[in-house]
């Protein structure tokens, strides 16, 4: 993988449409699930909405976006028959543009009368063409799930255009980073303990202490290796906004970071996303929520919780 430098349901009716195609420029990733995801081959493998049509212009799939709808699969783009497997994590990448800032959800989703999300994002698009990546366990194996961009209840008429969309299978270095076997794997300090609630790791944050490592939640013994790009991403929600630090770091006497963030959590949960490269290999590397400081306490609640490469 290169290095990168570090940043931050329901079914509709739909037509199925499709073009001439072109000699293919680019390779898929490996193991992409994913046809047609960098649409050198016109729109072929997929689909829009009656209301969103969508053509294939300057090697982007680029959909005419309509204003309103009362939810967001009132309008969507898609691609169906993705085949995912249980206890395997996957990662949903693509670049995007719109011709006004809006927020869109980006998903692959499982089959059946009520679709359950795999990888759920909701990245902002604007002007500039930019990368977004999300990834998660799937839970449950599907041969007919489906990867999304549900774009309904636009207050105003927009073009989104997409490209470079890829569904690949990743390796996670996080044991229970889905929270399906409560606690296990996971660590706190005395001073912050731990349960899992509704699916989610949560944490009595306590106030006080001289630095952000007087109070943690982690989980050791995770293996880098030098020359790999990491990328440590999860979902989290609190209380209260809170700046929390989130870091891989290695084992050495004076620990160095390999992945470092700080992320600003609010009230509502949100995706985030951190990623670096390792200069040295280490077999007791560290995943860590550093939460010492805090002027009040809290509850800092983390879920998906990922460490690919």
């Given amino acids: 993988m290169k290095s990168l430098p570090m940043r931050l349901i329901a079914a509709g009716a739909f037509v199925a449409m499709a073009a001439a195609a072109t000699p293919a420029y680019a390779a898929a990733p490996a193991g992409d699930a994913v046809v047609n995801g960098s649409l050198d081959n016109g ?10 049509p969508i053509k294939v212009t300057g090697g982007r799939l680029c959909a005419e976006v309509p204003a309103g709808g009362d939810n967001v699969w009132a309008a969507m783009v898609g691609q169906s028959g993705i085949e995912v497997r249980a ?19 980006s998903l ?57 969309v890829s569904l690949v299978p990743v390796h996670q270095s996080v044991v229970n980073g ?5 606690v296990k794997g996971w660590w706190a300090s005395k001073n912050t303990p731990i349960e899992v609630t509704g699916g989610r790791l949560c944490a009595q944050v306590p106030a006080g202490g001289d630095n952000v490592w007087a109070a943690m939640v982690g989980q050791s013994g995770i293996a880098v290796e030098a020359g790999r790009t990491y990328r440590l991403s999860f979902k989290a929600s609190a209380t209260r906004p809170v700046k929390i630090r989130s870091v891989l770091q290695d084992s050495g006497a004076k620990p160095a970071p390999i992945v470092d963030g700080y992320p600003e959590v609010g ?3 949100r995706t985030y996303a951190y990623q670096s490269t390792a200069r040295t290999s280490d077999q007791e590397a560290q995943v860590l929520f550093q939460v010492g400081g805090a002027d009040a306490p809290y509850t800092l609640c983390l879920d998906d919780i990922l460490l690919t490469d």
């Fill in 43 to 52: 729109v072929k493998g997929w689909w829009a909405s009656k209301n969103t």
């Fill in 87 to 105: 206890g395997q994590t996957y990662q949903l990448s693509f670049e995007a543009t719109a011709t006004k800032t809006t927020r869109i959800r």
């Fill in 108 to 164: 692959v989703q499982g089959g059946g009368t009520k679709p359950a999300a795999i990888v759920d994002g909701y990245p902002e698009v604007g002007g500039g063409s930019k990368k977004f990546t999300y990834a998660a366990t799937a839970k449950v194996s599907d041969s007919a799930a489906q990867v999304l961009f549900q774009v309904g209840g636009a207050d105003a008429p927009y073009t989104l255009c997409l490209d470079n």
């Fill in 178 to 182: 889905s929270l399906d076997n409560g």
């Fill in 267 to 269: 009230t509502g949960s």
